[in-house]
Structure formats: structure tokens, C-alpha cells
């Protein structure tokens, strides 16, 4: 037996009949282990401090991983897809734990998947496409699986979100055009937008009302711009249509 394993079962015995305090208190270690503990016994300690010190950097960092972990767990299912996707690649890198990084894969992939059902359910076709798109754009396992259990389920549906996808673009542009007064560059925008989604919002009407004012004067091209903002503004943004009602509005007597 070596004399750290003595030191042990010595201190183990004695503690069997007092704590080591009391022991300590009623000069009860004799001079000889005394001298073992200043001796063989301080290499034992030093070793024994050095352990735990070990153990505790360690958990330390584990309770700063998992901190970390708490704050970004919020994020996982936030409406910023985008985020909550490349949230979820930097989480599973964190965490030192793979059963649990294969949970919070399985719960992230199923929550996307649901809601990209969800939203075609709805109608929502454009913010379904929006949803997978997001996905293309992170480089992770359950990124890749979001986007291919997605184009397997709802092909068409996602098609056409991203036809919806590019017809709001264009929209966008015509009302901005409109908002200048540039009724030709509002006509080529809504011509577009039309082509590519001809049932997005009111871009075919819009583009039919622009083309009847063709180039006419004025007094035509306010009155097509009347004309849309009171029977074509659906899903047409609020400061755009207080703009266009202000600019289309008729001369006060």
C-alpha cells in the first residue's frame, strides 16, 4: 500500500468516529501523521486541488455553454426565419451534448416544416416560398432537410410563392413609380408583375388602368391614379395609398 493510499484509509478511519474537524480540535492526529500530511500528504493535496480546479474550469464552461444555449433558444422559433435557421447551426456547435443536438434538430425541422404547411394552408403561398428560400440560404443539416422535405410536399405551391415573390418586387417598384408621378415606368413595372403572377393582388387591374390612360394628359393620368387607389388598392401599402389619394385628389372648388 503506498502512503498517499495510507494517508486515505488512515483519514477514512478517523472519520468513521469523528468528523476531521473534531479530530483537528482534539489533537487526536499524532505527530507522525501530522508530518504525513506536511510531507507525502501535500504532493497528495496539490494533486487533489489540481483535479477539482480541473473539473470546476470545466463545469464552468458547461454552464457558460448552456447560458449561452438559454439566450439563443428564443430565437429558434422567431418569425425571422433567416435567423432562427443560422441560430440553430451555431446552437448545435455550442452544445457538447449530441443527443440533445439531435433533439433540437428534430424539433426545429418539424416546427418549419409545419409551418410551411401551414402558411399554404392558409393561402399563403408567398410567405411559404419566403420560408424555404430562407433555408437555401444556411449551410446546415437541418437547413438542407427544411428545404427538401419542402419541395417534396408542396412543388407547385412553392413555385408559385416564388412567382408571388418576384410579382411583389415589381410591384413594389410600380408603386413607387406611381408615388412620382411616372405613370410610364408604373405601367412597364405592373406589366411585369402581371406576367409573372397575373392573380398577385390587383397588378392586372392596375396594369389594365394604366394602359387605357395611355399617354394622355394630366388631368387622364390623375384620373387613372384616382381610379386605382379607389378600386385597386388591395394589399397596397397605407403610405402609398395616402400619397396617391392626396396626388389624385380632384381641385377644390
Known amino acids: 500500500m503506498t502512503t498517499e493510499e495510507q494517508l486515505d484509509a488512515r483519514i477514512k478511519k478517523l472519520e468513521e468516529k469523528k468528523s476531521f474537524r ?11 501523521l501530522v508530518a504525513m ?4 500528504g501535500g504532493l497528495y493535496v496539490t494533486r487533489i486541488q489540481t483535479a477539482t480546479q480541473a473539473r470546476l474550469d470545466e463545469t464552468t464552461k458547461q454552464i457558460e455553454r448552456m447560458k449561452v444555449a438559454q439566450q439563443m433558444v428564443a430565437d429558434l422559433f422567431s418569425d425571422n426565419h433567416g435567423r432562427s435557421l443560422a441560430t440553430e447551426q451555431i446552437l448545435t456547435r455550442v452544445l457538447d451534448d449530441p443527443a440533445l443536438v439531435t433533439v433540437i434538430h428534430d424539433l426545429v425541422q418539424q416546427y418549419y416544416e409545419g409551418k410551411v404547411a401551414r402558411e399554404i394552408g392558409a393561402g399563403n403561398l ?12 444556411i449551410d446546415s443539416p437541418t437547413a438542407k432537410a427544411i ?6 410536399a408542396h412543388p407547385q405551391e412553392l413555385e ?12 413594389a417598384e410600380g408603386f ?9 415606368q408604373a405601367t412597364m413595372a405592373f406589366d411585369r408583375a402581371k406576367k409573372l403572377a397575373p392573380d398577385y393582388h390587383d397588378v392586372s387591374e392596375i396594369s389594365g388602368v394604366l394602359h387605357r390612360a395611355g399617354a394622355g394628359d394630366a388631368a387622364t393620368k390623375q384620373a387613372a391614379t384616382r381610379e386605382i387607389v379607389n378600386k385597386y388598392s388591395w394589399k397596397m401599402p397605407e403610405g402609398v395609398k395616402a400619397q396617391l389619394r392626396q396626388q389624385s385628389a380632384p381641385p377644390a372648388n
Do not use: H, M
Open 22 to 32: 473534531e479530530l483537528l480540535v482534539g489533537s487526536l492526529l499524532g505527530p507522525v
Open 37 to 40: 500530511v506536511a510531507g507525502f
Open 126 to 137: 408567398q410567405a411559404a416560398y419566403a420560408i424555404v428560400d430562407n433555408a437555401r440560404q
Open 147 to 152: 428545404v427538401k422535405a419542402a419541395e417534396l
Open 160 to 171: 408559385k410563392g416564388k412567382s408571388y415573390q418576384s410579382a411583389s418586387v415589381a410591384e
Open 176 to 184: 413607387q413609380a406611381l408615388t412620382q408621378g411616372d405613370l410610364n
